[in-house]
């Protein structure tokens, strides 16, 4: 019978046998009739009449039995066969009662295979599993309660698969276990997504190393490991040297393909029983396994900074590396993994003022250095987004006449919780976290702001801005000045972008190009601190600079020192016949000024002329002397001005 015919009535059926016994009956009394002595002897049928009509009756509740049992097997094997799990009922001696078709697909094996051996499903189980398969097949037969168990299998192509199985036992009326069935679901890509998540979780998806996450469990588990004992390990803090040059001469792609080789060599240290994950970017860390002294740490580091000795071969290109390594020591440098790492972190930014695969251990002057470091941060962000800063403006005159020609901007950070931060106090910190993005934007507006107060009141200096290398290099600043000048509505034209020697030093070109860009845009261009950092020549032919400021470390001894007056000389008359403008800073004495005069210096700026002050005492003194006949910055006027400032 098919699952879907319709089922006989129980009352045809108990007719129908009842029919039967009568037949018989009639089919006896006739024999009776015609075999015997031909007479119809009815006592003589009582008994067969009887055992027929019971027969009968009995055999009619049997067979409606037989009937809906029947059907619920069919039913079951309806369902059970067109379900994609793997479903079985199996006896305690083995054998297999039912195996559904899709035993196939998730096994391999047919059904005819699992009918044929007992215990298949047992015997193509993972020995690594085996275990763990024996203790839940031992409770099922127990009678224990229905449970789920994910194991592996061999297929029949030797194939390793995961299964889902979940079993429950059957039971006899006497509540003895006679038999299991179970669900055996195929979850081996469930089981290969959840794996990849988790790797995804502990590994870095590039280099395929450990991630951060993934050192800060190993560190926890180093230190329970080691705690209650003498037992001391390193945490070495690796950083690559340069490595934001090949970045930017040679691309990001390029720079992801030099980190995955640097991976690969640093991974030939877990051979030595060292832990390495990528912390991030182009650092590296390094956990060390038992130090037995100071010196193990050393060698290990050596060992580290020797994988990157040889040369990398990166598509066409063939390249160097070095780095720098901090170390910090558990338990004297932190009893934790995030003391630990920011230590040895701080001790690597110490080895890289030092020379080139230098290494450097950790110390409380580093520690107290880099809690100074992560404070300052901290403030720098609010202060951005609070708009703590101000400008201060230092006039900047023309030595022959003593006009304000220009002034240069000054930031200021007016913390609530520090007072008023110079720029050495806070310009670091936003270079080194990538703030001085927006710290530029929000100097350009401010700037841009002023200035176009000053137009507006008739007062049109120009205004020069100092420009941090990293802006100037890796930050959208024409972006960003473009956008400050089309807010505020100011001229560029009355801007100068004062840009240090060592902004220029990693991509000369790159600058060359930039530096241009700007002067199309309207604004001018200084060299600052000149005579401090490489002071070539070539910087004087290959770009487009309008202005060069004198350091004051070369104007402070002018007067007196033969060698700086000969520098400062050389410096004016290269400059007269290149046709750039000369700005000489920190005029401090009359003296130093008279011999500016006269070696032909044009501009000057220093606390002689004027301290830098606020934008409204700057207005002040700029409305002041545009309402001189024959205006000029003296002495008189620098009293005046400090006066106004500190009101």
Known sequence: ???????????????????????IVGTAFTIQTLFFDGVLKLHLAVVP???????????????????????RVELFRTVADLAQEFIYVKLGDGHYQYASPSCEVVTGYRDAEFYATPNLLDNIILSADQPRWESHRSKMLKGHVPETLDVRIIRKDGSIAWLSHRCSVVYDRHHRVVALRATNLDVTRQKRYQDEINRLALYDPLTDLPNRRFLSLRIDEMIRSAAGSREHFGVLFLDLDRFQHINDTLGHSFGDQVLQAAAKRLRRLSEQEMFTCRFGGDEFVILTPRLIDVGSAQNYAAAILAQLQDPFQVGTERLYLSGSIG????????????????NADAAMYKSKRGQQGNVQFSSPELVRRAASFLSTENLLRKAIERDEFVIHYQPQVNLQTRRVIGVEALARWASPERGLVLPHGFIPVAEETGLIDKLGLLVFEKVCTDLRQWVGQGLAPRVAINISGRHFNHGELLAGLQEAVRVTGCDPSALELEITEHALVPDMDGAARRLQMLREYGVTIALDDFGTGYSSLAYLKRLPIDALKIDAAFVREVHKARTDRAIVEAIIALCRGLGIRVVAEGIEEPAQCALLV???????????????????????????????????????????MNEHDRA
């Not at 019978?1 to 059926?13: C, D, F, K, L, Y």
């Not at 170390?327 to 920011?342: C, H, N, Q």
């Open 49 to 71: 009449a009887a055992v027929a009509v019971t027969t009968g009756l009995l055999l009619g509740p049997v067979s409606v039995l037989r009937q809906r049992l029947d059907r």
């Open 1 to 23: 019978m098919h699952a879907a015919e319709t089922p006989v009535p129980a009352a045809r059926i108990y007719v129908r046998y009842l029919l039967i016994a009568i037949g």
């Open 327 to 342: 170390i910090s020591i558990y338990p004297f440098d932190g009893e934790d993994a995030d003391s630990l790492v920011r």
């Open 598 to 640: 006269r070696l032909g210096c044009e501009e000057a700026q220093g606390h002689l002329f004027a301290k830098p002050m606020s934008g409204a005492a700057l207005t002040e003194l700029l409305r002041r002397h545009s309402a001189r006949p024959n205006p000029s910055l003296g002495q008189l006027d620098v009293l005046q």
